[in-house]
Nanobody, 114 residues
Framework: QVQLVESGGGLVQAGGSLRLSCKAS????????MAWYRQAPGKQRELVAS???????NYADAVRGRFTISSDAAKNTVYLQMNDLKPDDTAVYYC????????WGQGTQVTVSS
């Protein structure tokens, strides 16, 4: 059973930065796709950024140019670098990985104060 464990969330002022980490219990080459999603109170979960094992990346319009998804295969970890954070970025952020199955982490809270 694959596990994904997020960390790095917290409280930050608008304009600040955070780096989220998602550590997988299996080597990253097992995953066809890794992604970060977020869910704000009262809203649906939405895709923030994704990365394929071929190196392609995709970003939501709201975060393009501010957020960067990357990975460290030696650490089985995927990152989400978030810069110039805005109050609208406040949400629980989830890591999702796809092998032949879909796996989700437990989420990490990001709160951006104005």
């Amino acid at each position: 059973q694959v596990q994904l464990v997020e960390s790095g969330g917290g409280l930050v002022q608008a304009g600040g930065s955070l780096r989220l980490s998602c550590k997988a219990s299996a080597p990253l080459f097992n995953f066809k796709n890794m992604a970060w999603y977020r869910q704000a109170p009262g809203k649906q979960r939405e895709l923030v950024a994704s990365s394929t094992n071929g190196g392609s990346t995709n970003y939501a319009d709201a975060v393009r140019g501010r957020f960067t998804i990357s990975s460290d295969a030696a650490k089985n970890t995927v990152y989400l670098q978030m810069n110039d954070l805005k109050p609208d970025d406040t949400a629980v952020y989830y890591c999702r990985g796809i092998t032949g199955y879909i796996y989700w982490g437990q989420g990490t809270q990001v709160t951006v104060s104005s």
